[in-house]
Nanobody, 121 residues
Framework: QVQLVESGGGLVQPGGSLGLSCAAS????????MGWYRQAPGKQRELVAD???????NYADSVKGRFTISRDNAKNTVYLQMNSLKPEDTAVYYC???????????????WGQGTQVTVSS
């Protein structure tokens, strides 16, 4: 019943910027941590950044100083602003949220559908 929809991916030149957005909808009781993962061809999915409900953030070493994660709790949305992009940032980016739905006390992880980010000249 819960759905996460991502937007904002695309093609950008090295040094450019992109902003990703992920919004959750459905029978949501509460949302805890939110985050972004990415997966390049032939590689494992890796954590890019995460953010707690209170706003504490964590970043992979490879993106520190270049990416910024933020959230809007009223809109059930998480964002990823990506600056100074490099070819090695090319991947499918997935959002994730820890969500408790109205019909159960259990907390489960929900994933977005993924959005392609390509950094190339």
């Amino acid at each position: 019943q819960v759905q996460l929809v991502e937007s904002g991916g695309g093609l950008v030149q090295p040094g450019g910027s992109l902003g990703l957005s992920c919004a959750a909808s459905g029978s949501i009781f509460s949302i805890g941590a939110m985050g972004w993962y990415r997966q390049a061809p032939g590689k494992q999915r890796e954590l890019v950044a995460d953010i707690t409900r209170g706003g504490s953030t964590n970043y992979a070493d490879s993106v520190k100083g270049r990416f910024t994660i933020s959230r809007d709790n009223a809109k059930n949305t998480v964002y990823l602003q990506m600056n100074s992009l490099k070819p090695e940032d090319t991947a499918v980016y997935y959002c994730i949220m820890a969500i408790t739905i109205a019909t159960t006390p259990q907390v489960d992880d929900y994933w977005g559908q993924g959005t392609q980010v390509t950094v190339s000249s």
